[in-house]
């Protein structure tokens, strides 16, 4: 299998742009993650997919922000309009049960000026 | 009260030396808990997971848990300069949390 994998690798947009975040789970995990990592804040857990149904977006920052999984092999994480504030590495994470280990895609760079 | 805390560091050490890093977690209903790194630019990538008290070994990494005291930790053994890195503490009750991470640097 490939892994997870993550698209675009950079994303470098200006402010009040909408930015759209794609990520592929591996084949098989039921369960999908989307998180947010700065140096001040460091890895936080946006929100999280079972079964391609959203479970808690409570660490959702904002209503400019949304995801959504239409299928079990696609996610989307949407920001509109986007801030300097949202500039971050983005991670999409994938695993096959809730206690189990989760794999992680190389991250998307955002860059909002 | 943050729900994953690690000590800050950054933690240096010299080569071949133990390195010890601690992580102390809030729910109490978590019930796995896990030790990923992450290289500088790199995405986090699991080292250990532990679901039960007391220790578990693999190779040169050991962790341990204590449920009773919200404490799970990771020992590196023979430290080399490549486990220099963050590493960062995960704690799982139905989603992943994660600490701040740790900053280890080993010197040759």
């Known amino acids: 299998d490939a892994g997870v994998i993550q698209s675009p690798r950079h994303e470098v947009t200006e402010m009040g742009q909408e930015v759209t975040l794609r990520c592929k789970p591996i084949?098989?995990?039921?369960?999908l993650f989307w998180y947010r990592q700065t140096m001040m804040r460091g890895l936080e857990l946006l929100i999280y997919f079972n079964n391609n149904v959203p479970i808690d977006d409570s660490g959702m920052p904002e209503d400019r922000f949304s995801a959504k999984m239409p299928n079990a092999s696609f996610s989307t994480l949407k920001i509109q309009p986007s801030e300097p504030r949202d500039s971050a590495v983005y991670f999409c994470a994938s695993s096959q049960g809730a206690d189990e280990k989760l794999f992680f895609g190389s991250g998307t760079q955002l860059s909002v000026l | 009260q943050k729900e994953v805390e690690q000590n800050s560091g950054p933690l240096s050490v010299p080569e071949g030396a133990i390195a010890s890093l601690n992580c102390t977690y809030s729910d109490r209903g978590s019930q796995s808990f896990f030790w990923y790194r992450q290289y500088s630019g790199k995405s986090p990538e699991l080292i250990m997971f532990i679901y039960s008290n007391g220790d578990k070994e693999d190779g040169r990494f050991t962790a341990q848990l204590n449920k009773a005291s919200q404490y799970v930790s990771l020992l590196i053994r023979d430290s080399q300069p490549s486990d220099s890195a963050t590493y960062l503490c995960a704690v799982n009750n139905n989603d992943m949390r994660f600490g701040a991470g740790t900053r280890l640097t080993v010197k040759p």
């Open positions: 084949s098989g995990h039921d369960y």
